[in-house]
């Protein structure tokens, strides 16, 4: 069940828990209604089914961002197994940055690539973010699309965070650069994240170190919980900011 609270200029509903359903672009909506405040705020359940009946899945992307190295990709199929395992129902979506034509913010009309990975970016539930730690930094070519992002487009969606890099010392670029960019946007970010060293890999970019295994699919288990708990938050805001 996906909720979500949406305005509405009703001022009285009769009967409480009345369901029924109409028609929104290609989806059919069922909704349960109650009323949280009069006449503002109503609060609406929504479970979102296709024409068949079906219930929407929910859409995970997995984003490499990252123009060149193969170890954070590495790292993003391994944890796109490991929710696999945990919950077969979510829709996967791999994203290279490598395979996009990029832009710099700098108000010129957006390319083909960049108005694709903006609404992958908005379409998607939640997120898996993996990062390559550069000269003690995220790579700019990652900080460059989240400045493409609408503040809202992630907002009260689950995010978690993968990093690989050189040194052990440069773990907290993680704390430092990327969580306050993802708490600026209001992201459900998780608390735990895995950074990952060279030697944590072999020739073939396999990860072969058994603890980061288990960090990693502990960092799935607590993403997929994430997950399922913002199912029934509304992302519509009540300070309208």
Do not use: W
């Not at 009946?53 to 990252?66: A, S």
């Not at 990975?117 to 900080?143: C, H, N, R």
């Amino acid at each position: 069940m996906i909720r979500r609270s949406i305005s509405d200029n009703v001022t009285k509903i009769i009967n409480l828990g009345i369901k029924f359903s109409f028609r929104l672009k290609t989806e059919f909506i069922s909704i349960g209604m109650t009323i949280l405040s009069e006449p503002l705020f109503i609060c609406y359940n929504i479970i979102v089914e296709d024409e068949c009946g079906g219930k929407v899945k929910m859409k995970i992307l997995l984003v490499d961002g990252t123009m060149f190295g193969l170890k954070t990709g590495a790292i993003l199929e391994q944890v796109e197994q490991y929710i696999k395992e945990l919950d077969a129902s979510f829709e996967l979506e791999m994203m290279h940055f490598s395979q996009y034509k990029h832009q710099i913010v700098d108000g010129s009309p957006l390319n083909d690539d960049m108005k694709k990975m903006i609404q992958q970016f908005e379409e998607a539930d939640a997120y898996i973010i993996a990062t390559p730690i550069f000269q003690a930094s995220i790579p700019g070519v990652l900080k460059n699309a989240f400045d493409f992002l609408h503040p809202k487009t992630m907002r009260y969606k689950p995010v978690s965070i993968v990093a690989n890099g050189g040194t052990y010392q440069h773990h907290l670029v993680v704390e430092n650069q990327l969580k306050p960019i993802l708490d600026y946007f209001r992201a459900l970010v998780t608390p735990n994240y895995v950074y990952t060293h060279t030697s944590h890999f072999d020739a073939d970019n396999t990860i072969v170190d058994a603890d980061v295994h288990s960090r990693l699919r502990e960092l799935a288990r607590v993403f997929v919980q994430y997950c399922e708990m913002s199912k029934n938050l509304p992302k519509e805001t009540i300070d309208q900011h």
